[in-house]
């Protein structure tokens, strides 16, 4: 059962994934004549149908070539960096930390195009503020009516974006980044191996590939994820809080498991958990999924370290990048795991499995109080830190008086499932114009978008991937 806010992302016929990119900037408007262009098939999202874009080339490197949507403007040194960051940068690190996309590809060509266009997304703040900020789209990979036949990128440069989202940008850097991972995760699993991921972990190495760019930690997703810490890890349901929690997991695999564990869950032939489990077996890592779990949810107590000391001998309990405390950090506000709503609360939230759950207790009579934790299902666990004498239990026993001095923490979690796919897709029959009107309702997304009148990526890749999976069910598969 999904808690707070939830925003479904359809099973789409046609759908994109975007993580932070878009804009216009300014430079030379490409000339309009079509004749003197490339044809290029792209999707109209408020009509859910396909249509042409006419683009020309305005730039090569060693790893990619850039077209430009005519009639769009991209200032001349924004495309340079784009190169530079692609080449030297997202691809190197990419290739390093998750395998090799398709090379030379379905195309028979190295390298990968970027169409730089103004997705048709029906954006327009401050009454639609989400957009898409770009996606990968792998029915390109596959010959069919409206295929490209290309490895290649969609990234937004609707002008109505603003600064925030320009080429050149951090946020635009992210994007790529994100999307790549998501090609060489198409080619490492689905054509390499055959099997269709789990869309969890998918995602979650989507959203730290920008971390192994040198692009910093995501601050935004960390504000998802304590706007709503009880969504399931695994239990995918295409909202927009799930991109919360599966960064928090694949930031906390990166800084404490290893910055390779990722290149060895795509290198096996497993999905989801056991594809989880093969990679810590075989960087001889001591605890398995559960474990680190149970690891993950304490490091999101203490985040790195910096406003509440890690206990001795407990590294594992903590990130290295993210501080998890209230403040405002890469200047995005971070609420923190405890708010009022849940202080003293007496009954606890049910918890879908692989799920974490956080609370605060203050004395009943100050300086020291005093908690008796009785789970509600034999599969939950809980941890319990006195913050006056910094004292943790891991292991907390149903029953069992806790003391505490001036302010108790309790960290449920729901280690629930086996090593297994623990994957449970829920998704409704939305178009796309369904899912970004369903994003543009939310009251959260509308809350964010008004801390300083910031556009919101909307992330709809997981529907494009199953539209994909349905092609290949038909027969169609890669013919390279």
């Known amino acids: ?44 999202f408020t009509s859910n149908s396909y249509y042409q874009v006419t683009a020309n080339k305005v730039a090569e490197g060693a790893h990619c070539y850039v077209y430009l949507e005519q009639g769009q ?8 960096e784009m190169v530079n960051q692609f080449d030297n940068n997202i691809y190197t690190s990419e290739i390093a930390a998750f395998g090799s996309e398709p090379n030379p590809g379905v195309d028979n060509d190295p390298k990968i195009f970027i169409l730089l266009l103004n997705i048709r997304d029906g954006f327009n703040l401050p009454a639609a503020p989400s957009f898409i900020a770009g996606f990968f789209d792998p029915a390109n990979e596959l010959a069919h009516a409206n295929s490209n036949q290309k490895e290649m990128f969609y990234m ?57 760019c040198g692009y910093g930690a995501d601050y935004e997703a960390v504000n998802t994820f304590q706007h709503a810490p009880s969504d399931s890890l695994t239990g995918w349901n295409d909202s927009f809080v799930d991109y919360g929690v599966v960064y928090m997991w694949a930031q906390y695999y990166k800084d404490r498991v290893g910055s390779d564990i990722f290149f060895r869950m795509l290198h096996n032939g497993l999905t989801g958990i056991a594809s989880v489990n093969s990679a810590l077996t075989a960087a001889a890592y001591p605890k398995d999924f559960t474990g680190t779990f149970r690891d993950w949810a304490m490091a999101n107590y203490y985040g790195n370290g910096t406003t509440v000391p890690v206990p001795a001998g407990h590294p594992e309990w903590s990130y290295t990048s993210i501080n998890t405390w209230p403040g405002t950090y890469d200047g995005m506000p971070i609420p923190g795991l405890f708010p009022a709503s849940r202080q003293n609360a007496t009954t606890l939230q049910p918890l879908d499995p692989w799920s974490l759950g956080f609370y605060s207790y203050t004395p009943v009579t100050p300086p020291a109080g005093s908690i008796t934790w009785t789970p509600t299902a034999v599969t939950e666990k809980g941890a319990f830190v006195d913050a006056g004498s910094s004292a943790a239990t891991f292991d907390m026993t149903s029953g069992t008086i806790y003391s505490f001095t001036g302010t108790g923490y309790l960290v449920v979690q729901n280690p629930a499932g086996s090593a297994t796919s623990g994957s449970t897709v829920v998704r409704a029959d939305m178009s796309p114009a369904q899912v970004l009107a369903a994003a543009n309702a939310s009251p959260y997304v509308l809350a964010r978008a008004a801390m300083g009148g910031k556009p919101q990526r909307v992330d709809i890749g997981p ?10 069910a038909q027969g169609i598969r890669p013919q390279f």
């Open 73 to 80: 403007a991209v200032a001349p040194a924004a495309i340079s």
């Open 156 to 212: 937004n440069v609707n002008p109505a974006l603003g600064t925030n989202f320009v080429p050149g940008s951090t946020d635009f850097f992210r994007t790529l980044a994100h999307e790549f991972q998501h090609m060489i995760h198409w080619e490492q699993k689905n054509r390499l191996r055959g099997v269709n991921d789990d869309t969890w972990l998918d995602e979650a190495m989507g959203m730290v590939a920008p971390a192994y």
């Open 463 to 472: 529907s494009l991937r199953d539209r994909t999976k349905g092609l290949s």
């Open 1 to 44: 059962m999904k808690r707070l806010i939830v925003i479904l992302w359809g099973l789409a016929v046609l759908a994109g994934c975007g993580g932070g990119g878009g804009g216009g900037a300014t430079g030379v408007i490409q000339p309009p004549a079509p004749s003197t262009g490339t044809q290029f098939w792209a999707v109209d």
